[in-house]
């Protein structure tokens, strides 16, 4: 089957000097990204110093100039500008920002006219609805991004066509604590370079020319010391946590499920409210009763050394020199890594899945963590027997 | 399938191309065809890709070697995230890249597309040419995936990278990065090159091709370095490698054994440092190697190895880079005029440390001969038991067992002959006494040389006559009787400008008084960068110095130019030495890429003044003498010696070589952090029979040599040339 389509491939390259018209792909890269770049502008804003830079790029999403672009530093001005694909310079203003979603929405403004008025422009535009609507693009897919990377493009020169295909979709936390980044859901890794400077807000689309994602950022996988190449899908979703106050007016933590079209339905009415949300404190975590080895090296493994008797651990059946492994999947590469991820993942009543090492196969054990036993007093000695 | 890209087929296709009307509706699905093609061979490939994921083990990797020479090793931090590996026996057999192991993890978990519940691995053996791990698990029928084959491997063919680190779920397509093959025979012929993104994303994943057939192993790899992490610094670089999986089916049964596999070694060393240029003739061969045993000699040209012609060392390594230890090659050489060949010549995993051997005497310099006067007997030695004695002549020499005695010309000649000969050897030498004339004949037998020091070097040292035997005329051979290369046979080529030297020196006898002493700073024109040169006040072209090359310390105050003149300056003038100080052009320590330019400097001096080339000395303190180290042994040619203070061995040592020797004077304070460190760079030299003489200096931190270490340091230089 496949091998057909070598065969085939290469003959077909190998055919092309031969026809007298070359041969073409139903969906050529140029006139996508003639009629793509017309749904382009490039932003220029804040930055210009210690490596921040004051240009990225952004995606049109309605006749009147609604532009979607990353939620970064280059909007923290009032002097926010783009260029149209025309080499137009126009102003404009930010109407929404979600952080945990790394979007924002900001709008052209015509002088003299009102923000919310509208402004006669009928710009070339992404229907980002029907866009949200598409299943998301899978792993092998090719795709083709566009953005002023490097701010190579000036005015109305047509911003930088990169090809490449979607390396994987998946959570950019794959690798957890590797990256310091407020999004959390998943993410287009495309295998071409391009998160550089000035791409980010740029477009991810497809070889039909549909839009896909949001370039977004440079971040650097701090533990393997490389850099990231993604795209915030535009069918993104997070878990926002929410604080609201409980009928006896207690703070209590509500999650919010946000999707990007939401944001950008909202945000382009001048209506995305962003929740007042809660900064997880790092409580204890539930209570196990695991006593694990002496922890002395940054990355002792987390073997077990003993259960305290009548403890969750000890009900669920841990022994001696169970290695713990995996719990709910997350890799446990040693005793801090278990204690870091108990204390912000867990609660009381909490069941997990915990996978150990005992002897040479892994054992999946349930343990359902407790509350912490309060803490008893220091065993007092016995009084004296008084002598006589 | 494995017809994939036979000419006929493709010259089938093509003419049906042409016949056909279709073919603007053909190609114009082109994309869309690819695309499928590659997500159907990233599908059929996909159950082999594992996921591994280790726990435990070091924090942090030493950093590559390419790193690793200058400045303080900078050390990879390894991550805990997951790799990728690749089935390849039914059996429950993984491979992988030796980088995911780097750091030796105590456990290692594997997921196998399909099976839900993750397996607990082993390590079964290393490929330590390839840098693969060979894993095992406790399965049965997985399945396996298809070679492609090599020979139909063609450079600009797709090539799709996967791994199985971006998403958490192995039942999902693994990750595809795509690209296509760059290059075929890579990396001294072990690895294909390709431009799909590779990094820790996909290293130990395959490398497949359009029709679903894996190309290799995608592994970080350099052909400068070696090393599980070597070539991780060009991660995503459009630069990536993997090793033929044809190459790792074949030794696949070795390494299920558990066999270590090593790099198959011949033995043997080239004459001058330019792999390329000059012609492939044996300028050493290491003591019991394949070379050796196979009856090999130096002078030997080789011209052919396993029927590949061998216009130069670098084909050498080319055809010998892919071997293993046990592999077989013949080898044609040329003796004189003579062809010889060398059929089943068993290669071998390691060489046994060729060990310089010991007489117990130092020559004396800068004399025409023939003939060479001693200068000094070591006590106990060979020599001072045969009853040789300071002035007497070594006139002859040849092992005893040889029918004649072979006549020694020199200094350089000495040395040449002692090079070729080992420890343990019974040798005659003719001497002619300085009482009387008498001339007669002893016998000695060589040892290993010893870390021992003369207590005090008599003086003078030099006879003053280097430029005596200088032809004057031009277009006559240039033959300077000491200086060059000692022991290169193939000295003259050394440094390739040696009549542009010769005529230097010419001037400097005729123009004396004009040559400029003290401490003299310079530019290097060409490059910007100041040096210093310090040059001996009595300094005369008609004796021989040797050359130290200084490096600073980077990061601390540390004796520098003038001060380090100073320092040297008695030396300079009673030992006949000559001192250049490079810069380095870092803060923070010098970078292995600097060797270049401090050695357009070196050269530079070489080129000016009257050099021994047996007594050129890399010395520095701290960073400086770890980059000391560096040059010392990636500048071989040039260097004979290693002199440091306080300073860690950023690599591991290279092996000893006859015709380019190492000595190493290293020394530490008892106070200073890294003493144990240090201890250890110089048991690793010791341990490949490298002569080392160390010293602790006592209540001392990071300061430069105590005056007692200095004065045998100064015996060290003086006896670099002993034999």
Known sequence: MTTRYGNWLLAALLAVPFTATP????????????????????????????????????????????????????????????HLYDGQRLKAQVLAVEPELDAAIIKIRLDGKK????????????????????????????????????????????????????????????????????????????????????????ALINRKGELLGVIGREIKNTLSDTWMNYAIPVTAKVDIKELVKDKDGKDQEKIVTETMLSFVTKGMKGEYKRVNRTTTAIGEGGYHGIVFVPNILDRTPAYVEDVVPGSPAAKAGFRPDDLVSFVDGEPIASINVFNTWIKKNTRSGQVLRVEVRRGEALQTIELTLGAHPAKTATPQPAPMPKTP | MNALLTPRRLLIALLALLAAPATQARAADLNESTEKAMKAASAKVAPTVVK?????????????????????????????????????????????????FANKPTDIFVTIPGRPQRLVAKVVAHDQTRMLTLLKVDAKDLPVPSAFPKSGIDIGQWSLALGRTSDPDAEHPPSMSVGIVSATNRIWGKAIQTDAKTSPVNYGGPLVALNGQVYGVIVPASNRAEGETAGVDVYDGGIGFAVPLEDILAVLPRLKQGQELKRGLLGINPQGNDAYNASPIIGAIQPDSAAARAGMKVGDKITEIDGKKIPNFSTVQHVLGPKYDGDEISVKVMRGDKEMEFK??????????????????????????????????????????????????????????????????????????????????????????????????????LIAAPDTLPEKVPLPSSAGKALEGQPKPKGKEPKDP?????????????????KKEDEKKEDKKDDKPKVETGFIKRTNEALGREYWVYIPGNYDANKSYGLIVWFHDTTEASKDGEKVGRTFRDVCEDHNFILVGPKSGNKDGWVPSETEIVMQDVKTVLGQYTIDKTRVVAHGQGNGGQMAFYVGFNARDIFRGVGTVGAVLGTNPKENIANQPLSFFISGGDKDPLIKDIKESKDLLIERRFPVVFREMKESGKEYFDAATFAEFIAWLDSLDRV
């Open chain 2, 482 to 498: 000491f200086g060059p290369g000692c022991g290169d046979a193939d000295e003259d080529a050394s440094f390739g400008d040696d």
């Open chain 2, 52 to 100: 591994i994921e280790t726990a435990g083990g070091a924090e942090m990797v030493p950093g590559g070697p390419k790193k690793g020479g200058g400045p303080p090793p900078a050390g990879i931090r390894k991550g805990t995230g997951p790799t990728t590996g690749l089935i390849v026996d039914a059996d429950g057999f993984i491979i992988t890249s030796a980088f995911n």
């Open chain 1, 23 to 82: 041969a073409r792909a139903a969906d050529p890269f140029n006139e996508l990204a003639e009629k793509t770049n017309q749904k382009m502008v490039k932003v220029f804003g804040a930055g210009g110093f210690s490596r921040l830079n004051n240009y990225g790029t952004g995606i049109i999403i309605s006749p009147d100039g609604h532009i979607l672009t990353v939620a970064s530093q280059l909007l923290d001005t009032s002097e926010l500008v783009v």
């Open chain 2, 344 to 445: 089943g010549v068993k290669l071998q995993g390691t060489n046994t440390a060729y060990v310089s051997a010991f007489l117990g005497l130092l020559p004396m310099r800068d004399d025409p001969g023939p003939g060479v006067e001693i200068r000094y007997v070591y006590p106990k030695s060979p020599a001072d038991i045969a009853g040789l004695k300071i002035g007497d002549r070594v006139m002859k020499l040849a092992p005893a067992a040889a029918p004649a005695l072979t006549p020694i010309q020199n200094r350089s000649a000495l040395l040449r002959a002692l090079q070729q000969l080992t420890p343990g050897v019974e040798i005659k030498i003719e001497v002619k006494r300085k009482e009387g004339d008498k001339v007669e004949t002893v016998t000695a037998k």
């Open chain 1, 115 to 202: 923000i919310e008025e509208p402004n006669g422009l009928k710009l070339d535009y992404f229907d980002f609805a029907e866009a949200a609507k598409r299943p998301h693009a899978e792993t092998g897919d090719w795709v083709l991004a566009l953005s002023n990377t490097f701010e190579i493009a000036l005015r109305d020169e047509p911003l930088s066509l990169q090809r490449g295909v979607v390396m994987a979709y998946t959570k950019l936390a794959a690798r957890r604590g590797v990256f310091e980044f407020p999004y959390t859901g998943e993410v287009y890794v495309v295998d071409a370079i391009t998160n550089n400077p000035g791409a980010a807000g740029g």
